[in-house]
């Protein structure tokens, strides 16, 4: 009988470990954790228990950034689905393939897992994981320029998460993609409204995290140089976020803000505390984008621009080679040079022209 007790003892813990992960709970996670790991030697053989938990400890492991060997790991996490008959087991399986996938920004591939872990999805009467689920496809289909269908995810996980007021963080989250799209999309106004009702909800919450990096999108997105630097810092300074992965992307944020206003001096500080970031980190997209902008304002090397640009074409990130080309080609107009700024402005339209390739392969 206490052996049973242990088995849903264990069972109750992992869902609490599932939550503490979704939430980004690191210091309760980890603690968690090694309870979990020691009910576990006490417990009685219960094969899905076992595979459920190193699902997680898969999902936790993305989460901390504390995968070893991550080709092996996700190859068992795979196998896990393809072996298994159990619908939770399979879900999560296909599901954390997918966040394992965009975490590689291997997007195209994680919407494939998406859609299939979206079948087994019906079978799953918890409403978070719907949201959740329907949260980190709309990041995915946001990344490939698909924006209609990433605004009907955001919107579906937002409705969910507002009923929830544990999930206020995700629902932000949600707030903000709806704000990244619309955009992307030149829906300006509308995009701030959302912006801007993100950055209210993140105040009041004390997300301080998401306040500065709120601050310094809306600012830099409406072209206030000054402001948006200001919150730029803010952000890089708070410890929790500038140590995470996201936060190469400020420092780059705030290196390419810099150049394209001529202050290369101190932009050029900035961009050697990214590199070193994403040196640490192994985030070879940053590291690429933040040498292209290097080689195009400080050492004016259209070479090496090249070189960067080819291995993000590499890795198919055609939204941002898109984007990184216009501002080329917004820089060599700036010098005169008409010629070059013609040249990247119709690479950037075949950028674009790629997107809608990648797109078609999801059909």
């Not at 030149?186 to 950055?199: D, G, N, P, T, V």
């Not at 941002?320 to 005169?336: F, M, P, R, T, W």
Request: proline fraction near 1%; hydrophobic fraction near 35%.
């Amino acid at each position: 009988m206490e052996v049973k007790l242990a088995s849903e003892k264990v069972a109750k813990m992992l869902n609490q470990w599932y939550g503490m992960i979704k939430h980004h709970q690191v210091t309760e996670a980890i603690a968690l954790k090694e309870e979990i790991q020691s009910l576990i030697k006490h417990m009685s053989e219960n094969q899905n228990l076992l595979l459920y938990f190193n699902l997680l400890d898969f999902r936790y492991k993305l989460m901390t950034e504390e995968i070893e060997e991550p080709d092996k790991l996700y190859q068992s996490i795979k196998a896990i689905g393809a072996e298994n008959t159990d619908n939770m087991i399979v879900y999560y399986s296909l599901f954390f393939s997918g966040v394992y996938e965009f975490y590689k920004k291997d997007y195209v591939e994680a919407i494939n897992f998406y859609q299939l872990a979206e079948a087994k999805l019906r079978n799953i009467p918890d409403q978070i994981e719907h949201a959740e689920f329907h949260y980190k496809i709309a990041e995915a289909y946001y990344q490939i320029d698909q924006h209609l269908i990433s605004i009907s995810h955001a919107q579906k996980a937002r409705s969910i998460f507002q009923e929830h007021p544990d999930y206020k963080l995700r629902s932000v989250q949600c707030e903000m993609t709806l704000g990244a799209n619309l955009y992307d999309m030149y829906r300006f106004s509308a995009a701030e409204e959302h912006y801007q009702k993100a950055l209210n909800e993140a105040k009041s919450a004390k997300y301080y995290r998401l306040v500065g990096i709120l601050y310094g999108l809306i600012y830099d997105k409406k072209n206030i140089s000054g402001l948006a630097e200001e919150y730029f810092k803010k952000a890089i300074d708070i410890t929790e976020h500038i140590e995470s992965i996201n936060g190469v992307r400020t420092l780059y944020m705030m290196a390419s803000l810099l150049y394209r206003n001529d202050r290369t001096k101190e932009a050029r500080s900035w961009y050697e505390k990214g590199l070193e970031h994403a040196d640490s980190t192994g985030e070879d997209e940053y590291q690429a984008k933040l040498k292209l902008i290097y080689s195009l304002y400080d050492r004016h090397n259209d070479a090496a621009v090249n070189e960067s640009l080819q291995y993000l074409e590499q890795k198919n990130l055609w939204p941002d080679i898109s984007e990184l080309e216009e501002q080329i080609a917004e820089y060599y107009l700036k010098q005169g040079n008409l010629s070059k700024s013609v040249e990247y402005l119709k690479r950037a339209l075949k950028a674009k022209n790629q997107i809608l390739k990648v797109t078609e392969a999801l059909a």
